[in-house]
């Protein structure tokens, strides 16, 4: 391995920022659903760590990430946009799932964030912080460009191409890791080199791990620890808890690290995830959905913060955020300039210091105009073959309604009374629904919002009702079986 990590220090000299700008570590999972960690009720995955450092700060329980998957969800969060300003809306361009089955024309969108809006990261740069990526980055084939000093892995590709195991093909810093080197401990260790080498200067690090997306490869010293233990009645998947606990290993050696260096009083700790969780592999009841449908299952993600001296521990709150919050959250915590462009986010920085009435009055937005397949399994999306059909929702309070573009469709929920999406009032409270309707209308035209109105030609409702019978029969069969495995000794 080249010695980047060490001579990134001397190149840059030492900063000059003053003691009130804290460094800042982001820690972004993907597909980390919103009950994998033991704080929020996991009984199978372990977390001891991410617990640790959640009850030190303040937990969100309402807490979402901008999409359902994951290259429009980052895109907001490194541009502080909503989807319809970027126009990424799905991970690449192309129309997903059976062309029989999609009855509009997707909006193919964009692949690569526009170099022109001015990311976070660029803000904090040029405020004086060093910064790093470590991980995933899925918004083009280099992020160093978008304002990071070092890069650790990150390409255009959104899952590690060969496994979590050597080689890492393409993959920057991660040529010369031991053979046997799990890639989430790899990624974890150069952050860990990367804040020693910089104990001096104000940082920011972005560590966005591959963790747990696909291929689901198990810590391989971890998997029979796992494999011997009692499955719990919500997560039993043994390679997924292994890919938890290497997670948390790892942000304990970075936390571990941090104090031996007393750099913990003065580093602002973010711990979030892109969307929601992988459907095949692990479940985030009482929400409806995973990871690819706009149900909260799909977008509600855990989320907390520690700031020592700001914070107090243990704080919880039920107030809602999203991704684009942060992109002004950390500029505010670095003193940095706004930049001159479009912004959809709130800080969160006066909420942290006890303004609670800062982010109350306002509405959340999402828009997909595109399709995303179905999982083929326990059917939790709206119709058995997509995820997520073309669609935009908003949520303001306890109300959250989606519109379905394809038939005009509305779903109402209170999340209050109705937490898992359960109990669709649409029909029953058209006077809620017109309300929203118009908000949500008023911000797609706002934000000039691409809607998909052209019928695709090779759309077929005649093999659209084959297919739907034929998906509802297998689901059924895969609804048997997983509550035998969940009733099971």
Not at 462 to 470: D, G, H, L
Request: hydrophobic share 35%; charged share 25%.
């Amino acid at each position: 391995m080249k010695n980047s990590l060490i001579l990134l220090l001397i190149a840059l000299g030492t900063s000059t920022l003053t003691a009130k700008t804290p460094n800042i570590l982001f820690i972004f999972l993907d597909d980390f659903g919103w009950r994998d960690t033991s704080y929020m009720g996991s009984d199978f995955y372990e977390t001891p760590n991410l617990d640790k450092l959640a009850s030190e700060g303040m937990v969100f329980t309402d807490a979402y990430a901008c999409a359902a998957n994951c290259a429009p969800s980052r895109a907001c969060l490194l541009s502080g946009q909503y989807t319809p300003r970027h126009e990424i809306y799905n991970v690449g361009t192309k129309p997903r799932g059976n062309s029989q089955h999609r009855r509009l024309e997707h909006i193919p969108g964009k692949s690569t964030l526009d170099p022109n809006i001015k990311t976070w990261a660029q803000s904090l740069k040029e405020a004086g912080y060093i910064t790093a990526t470590m991980g995933k980055w899925h918004l083009s084939e280099d992020p160093l460009p978008y304002g990071f000093d070092l890069n650790v892995g990150g390409t255009h590709s959104g899952s590690p191409p060969r496994g979590y195991y050597p080689p890492h093909p393409r993959a920057p810093e991660l040529q010369d890791v031991p053979d046997d080197e799990y890639l989430t401990d790899s990624i974890c260790n150069r952050a860990v080199q990367f804040i020693r080498a910089n104990q001096d200067n104000k940082w920011a690090l972005y560590l966005t791990l591959f963790a747990v997306h696909t291929p689901l490869n198990a810590k391989k010293e971890l998997a029979a620890k796992y494999k011997s233990k009692m499955p719990g009645d919500l997560h039993n998947h043994v390679a997924m808890a292994t890919m938890v606990q290497a997670v948390d290993d790892g942000v304990g050696r970075i936390v571990a690290t941090l104090k031996k260096l007393n750099l913990s009083k003065n580093t602002v700790v973010f711990f979030f995830s892109d969307n929601g969780g992988y459907g095949p592999a692990t479940d985030m009841a009482p929400l409806k959905g995973y990871k690819g449908t706009y149900y909260e299952g799909g977008i509600r993600v855990p989320f907390f913060v520690k700031w020592p001296g700001v914070i107090k521990p243990g704080s919880r709150t039920s107030e809602p955020m999203i991704g684009v919050d942060l992109h002004p959250t950390f500029r505010e915590i670095a003193g940095a300039r706004t930049p001159g462009q479009a912004k959809d986010g709130l800080s969160l920085v006066p909420f942290l210091k006890g303004d609670t009435e800062h982010i109350a009055d306002r509405a959340l937005f999402w828009h997909f105009p595109a399709y995303l397949q179905s999982y083929q399994v326990i059917g939790e999306q709206r119709d058995p073959l997509f995820r997520s059909r073309p669609c935009s929702i908003i949520r303001r309070g306890d109300w959250k309604l989606h519109h379905y573009l394809e038939d005009d469709a509305h779903e109402l929920y209170n999340l209050k009374d109705d937490i898992g999406e359960s109990n669709n009032l649409a029909g029953r409270m058209p006077g809620k629904v017109a309300q929203l309707r118009n908000e949500l209308d008023a911000w797609r035209s706002r934000v000039k919002a691409a809607m998909p109105r052209r019928r695709n030609p090779e759309f077929d409702a005649q093999a659209e009702t084959v297919a739907i019978k034929a998906m509802l029969k297998r689901m059924e069969g895969q609804a048997g079986n997983k509550k035998k495995q969940r009733t099971k000794p």
